[in-house]
């Protein structure tokens, strides 16, 4: 059974920093796709930042340079640093494993941005 748990949402001021952290069990983390959504209010979930089990990364648009995701095999862990943080970030954020055909998602972890 895949487990994904979330932590390090909270509230900050806009222009400050948070770190997300997720760490996994039930699968073999090397071999997974990680990754981060995030969904607001009245919105649909939407992708993020990304790392392949080989290191390839991807992000949204929105995030390019402001956010990095990276990834600890032997802590079985995958990172989101947020930094110039927006209001337009607020969201709840969830982490995402591809493992064993299929996806699998955190509870997911709230993050508010105020200005």
């Known amino acids: 059974q895949v487990q994904l748990v979330e932590s390090g949402g909270g509230l900050v001021q806009a222009g400050g920093s948070l770190r997300l952290s997720c760490v996994a069990s039930?699968?073999?983390?090397?071999?997974?796709?990680m990754g981060w959504y995030h969904q607001a209010p009245g919105k649909q979930r939407e992708l993020v930042a990304q790392?392949?089990?080989?290191?390839?990364?991807s992000y949204a648009d929105s995030v390019k340079g402001r956010f990095t995701i990276s990834r600890d095999n032997a802590k079985n862990t995958v990172y989101l640093q947020m930094n110039s943080l927006k209001p337009e970030d607020t969201a709840v954020y969830y982490c995402?494993?591809?493992?064993?055909?299929?996806?699998?998602w955190g509870q997911g972890t709230q993050v508010t941005v105020s200005s």
């Open positions: 039930g699968s073999i983390f090397s071999a997974a796709s």
């Open positions: 995402w494993q591809y493992a064993l055909g299929r996806g699998y």
């Open positions: 790392i392949t089990s080989g290191g390839f990364i």
